[in-house]
């Protein structure tokens, strides 16, 4: 029998929902301007030969950022699962405003040579040091304080406040196309959302220090060092290599319907930058319903069925969507396919999330999950732009994003099968859900 949940307790959930959401909307925020405004950053920053390279630097930079999250994962997660969800949770803000604030206060290469460059990779390494356990925090403090039977639709909040990011950040950037000249933008402009970003922090940081510690964590009788985390997670290594394979799905469809946009409108479809913003606000209106709605939905029939279903459909689907865009771009058509693969995201996600929350072992619920997540998001999520760049400009098929993410969406479907036998009861009140699952 379900237990009853009294309307003040409710209301204190909802409360630590919106302050644990609206820290991982910076997270996400930072991302996002940086991914929107790559070609001015590119000319400014990362001047090359040609306009080929030094976009590819730009995104190469933006990638790299990626490639700290694993060991953010690991140094970060163990002070979280060891320290508690409220502490960690409040670390990675502040760093991750560090690493905004630097770059938006790099001089151009013009004015410092290749100093410029260097700075704004040190700024990407930092924000993605801290990015490394801030899904994994937010998912699991969300996951352990969730109500009985809605872990998925709790859960699908901190993906749903990135969701809010994009769009905010979309939306300023149809808002400052409209007002400042490409020639300002490309000196200037692109720096506005940036610090619009260190601005809101001191608000983020309040909201957060208000957050009360979760009971699943109080109720922890032994809290593991670096050492005994580290070995469990070498225990656990097939558990972790799953979660890599599910959240392949996840990062590679985000940054591709979301961070890629504006690139491949204005780059590959040769629209205008307010049209391919525009159309990234509305796949960020999409993701932003899809996501609980997956994620409820999984709460009554299931992660599983959910995972295998949305990843069959993305491998048969993503293609032949993709090609009728490129046979004739289109701000219609753009927008159409974009939410299709909107879809895709938003219900896998939903129903991932709490899945890879739930299968963690305890002493490594955070650490265990921000790797997993991160691996994914360093190898191939957080590469996604670049790769569909160099893909293109190899083969001269504009399609070939579609692949990219029919291979994502592959690799989460064998984890979605062999992960079939990993049922793990390690959340309060998991032991019925699980056993549908």
Same mark, same amino acid.
């Given at each position: ?58 995104? $190469?930079?933006?990638?790299? $950022? ?32 560090? $690493? ?249 996600? $939903? ?87």
């Amino acid at each position: 029998m379900t237990p009853q949940v009294s309307p003040q307790a409710t209301n204190s959930k909802i409360a630590n929902v919106v302050r644990v959401s609206a820290g991982n909307f910076l997270e996400m925020y930072d991302f996002m301007v940086y991914a929107y405004y790559a070609s001015y950053i590119a000319r400014e920053i990362f001047p090359a030969s040609n306009a080929y390279a030094s976009l590819m630097m730009t995104l $190469g930079t933006f990638g790299a $950022g990626y490639l700290m999250r694993p060991l953010g994962a690991v140094v970060l997660g163990a002070y979280v699962d060891r320290v508690g969800r409220r502490a960690g949770l409040i670390l990675t803000l502040f760093l991750m405003a560090i $690493g905004t604030l630097v770059i938006a206060c790099t001089p151009a290469y013009r004015t410092i040579g290749i100093v410029a460059p260097i700075v704004v990779l040190l700024g990407r390494l930092l924000q993605g040091f801290s990015a490394g356990v801030e899904v994994g925090g937010a998912s699991i403090y969300l996951s352990e304080m969730a109500t009985p039977g809605h872990r998925g639709f709790y859960c699908a909040w901190q993906s749903a406040s990135q969701q809010i990011a994009v769009v905010f950040a979309a939306l300023l950037g149809v808002a400052l196309s409209a007002v400042v000249p490409p020639s300002g933008m490309a000196q200037w402009g692109w720096r506005v959302p940036f610090f619009i970003g260190c601005m809101i922090v001191p608000l983020l940081f309040w909201l957060r220090r208000s957050l009360a510690e979760t009971e699943a964590f109080l109720a922890q009788k032994h809290r593991p060092g670096i050492s005994e985390i580290l070995s469990s997670l070498a225990t656990n290594w097939k558990i972790v290599g799953i979660g890599v394979l599910l959240s392949t799905m996840t990062t590679v469809s985000f940054y591709l319907i979301t961070a890629y946009t504006p690139t491949f409108g204005i780059e590959v479809l040769h629209l205008s930058s307010r049209q391919s913003l525009m159309v990234t606000f509305c796949v960020g209106m999409s993701n932003f319903f899809w996501l609980p709605m997956g994620g409820a939905i999984s709460d009554k029939v299931g992660r599983r069925p959910i995972l295998i279903i949305i990843t069959v459909a993305a491998i048969v689907t993503a293609y032949p969507a993709m090609l009728w865009l490129v046979s004739e771009p289109s701000t219609a058509r753009l927008l159409i396919v974009e939410l299709w693969l909107s879809i895709f995201f938003g219900v896998y996600n $939903g129903a991932m999330i709490p899945h890879l929350a739930e299968i963690m072992p305890p002493e490594i619920r955070t650490s265990g999950f921000s790797l997993a997540f991160s691996l994914a998001t360093a190898i191939f999520g957080g590469f996604t732009p670049a790769v569909c760049t160099y893909l293109i400009h190899e083969t001269g098929n504009r399609a070939m994003p579609a692949l990219w993410l029919s291979f994502a969406a592959l690799c989460g479907l064998v984890a979605a099968v062999a992960g079939s036998s990993k049922k793990r009861a390690v959340l309060p009140e998991l032991e019925t859900s699980a056993s549908s699952h």
